[in-house]
């Protein structure tokens, strides 16, 4: 697995190394060792998937507080999204920072987001999945989010969303959210 540091502090894009011949490829898209190996948590407990219908469907910026706080791994195994988070971590040196990275069925990558990050999607294709590997098992409870257009982060999404949740637009400004 090659691990690739994100400008965002503990934020890693994982690509995964290809053993490739004339029948295709393999290669692990996990492997516990080689994340306790680079200090990162190995102990992901949950997979879901969260399957989208349409282009320009946006989803998030969703983190779960403490106790409940996760770091996830996730992939698109399907079409195409538009991937950001969010340092929400007062302590860290790259808070209140987003970045965005395009995850796609054909690049196969993977973005491992650390505990204290909110997280958020938009589609660019119709039929996209996104797999979630995550540290926690959900709790509704201490499910939280902040805007998706809130003016304070400024995030540069490639499209307008088309489709959205009542909850996700909902969601309270940064200056307003609990903390994770």
Known sequence: ?????TSLA???VVEMERLEDDRGF???SFCAEEFAARGLPANLSQCSVSFNSHRATLRGLH???DPH???KLVRCTAGA???VIVDLRPDSPSHRRWLGFDLTADNRRALFVPKGFAHGFITLEDRSEVLYMMSVAYAPGFARGVRWNDP???IDWPLEPR???DRDAAYPLLEGATAP
């Not at 697995?1 to 540091?5: K, Y």
């Open 1 to 5: 697995m090659i691990f690739i540091e």
């Open 10 to 12: 503990g934020a890693y």
């Open 26 to 28: 393999f290669a692990r």
């Open 63 to 65: 983190f779960q507080a």
């Open 69 to 71: 706080a996760e770091t």
């Open 81 to 83: 999204v538009h991937d």
């Open 152 to 154: 304070a982060l400024a």
């Open 163 to 165: 489709h959205l949740a």
